[in-house]
């Protein structure tokens, strides 16, 4: 993995709003990430959070134009563009919807992916490179990241599986080759790495009932201190 100067890494912060939580979720397809991000956010509801579950890339009006250009496309994106769109679709996000509804506290915001895939999707199975990707977003309110990131982690095998089974049409990442799927993996690996304070690894092979328990602990960690 190649070095990164610490101050960098160190530059990416929590947005600080008194009493309210930014959270995302990564992983492969098919690590079940929708289905917790539904317990949780019912758990926090019942927690009294007002609670609001954003994707990536979409999220708003102009975010939803990219997220369908970059899924749909049909000619072969240079990964330079690839990921300057994420990273547009990211930024308004957080100008439009994040940083507004963060202001108001006991908000919990869930975020369905966010800066690691970039890191992973990008910067290692696209070669661009994590320092390259981590540059891009060093300015606001890109340099804003999540006070926890749950990576529910699958083997490539389980991922495959669970896509046959779901039976959906393939869009533009998920009809990759298994090359592209291995280095995904490494790349949130690199993610952990750099991250291992903000990022919890889950083991999302386990049923999941025993997932969103593991998930729960980390939450509650974060909530009671
Ligand atoms: P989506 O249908 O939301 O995938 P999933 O259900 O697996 O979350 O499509 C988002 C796709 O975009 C997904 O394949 C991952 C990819 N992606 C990137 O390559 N880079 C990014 O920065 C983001 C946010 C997503």
């Not at 000619?75 to 930024?91: I, N, Q």
């Not at 690199?190 to 291992?196: A, E, G, Q």
């Amino acid at each position: 993995m190649e070095e990164i100067n610490q101050d960098l890494i160190n530059s990416f912060r929590a947005p600080a709003f008194p009493g309210s939580f930014f959270l995302s979720f990564e992983g492969i397809e098919g690590a079940g990430k929708s289905t917790q991000i539904v317990k949780i956010k019912e758990f926090l509801e019942s927690k009294n959070f007002r609670v609001l579950v954003l994707r990536e890339p979409g999220g708003t009006p102009f975010g939803e134009k990219l997220r369908s250009a970059i899924l749909n496309t049909k000619t072969a994106l240079h990964p330079v563009a690839e990921a300057h769109l994420f990273a547009a679709s990211r930024a308004q996000l957080l100008e439009e919807v994040t940083l507004r509804e963060l202001s108001i506290p006991n908000t919990v915001i869930i975020c369905d992916r966010y800066i690691d895939s970039t890191l992973a999707y990008q910067g290692t199975a696209r070669k661009l490179g994590l320092k390259t990707i981590l540059d891009m977003h060093n300015c606001f309110p890109l340099n804003l990241v999540p006070h926890l990131t749950f990576y529910l982690k699958i083997s490539i095998e389980t991922s495959q599986e669970r896509q046959k089974m779901r039976n959906a049409p393939k869009d533009y990442f998920e009809s990759q080759g298994l090359d592209f799927y291995k280095s995904l993996v490494e790349g949130y690996e690199n993610s952990y790495k750099l991250f291992p304070k903000r990022i919890k690894l889950i083991d999302a092979e386990k049923n999941s009932d025993e997932v969103y328990e593991s998930i729960l602990k980390e939450l509650m960690n974060l909530l009671e201190n």
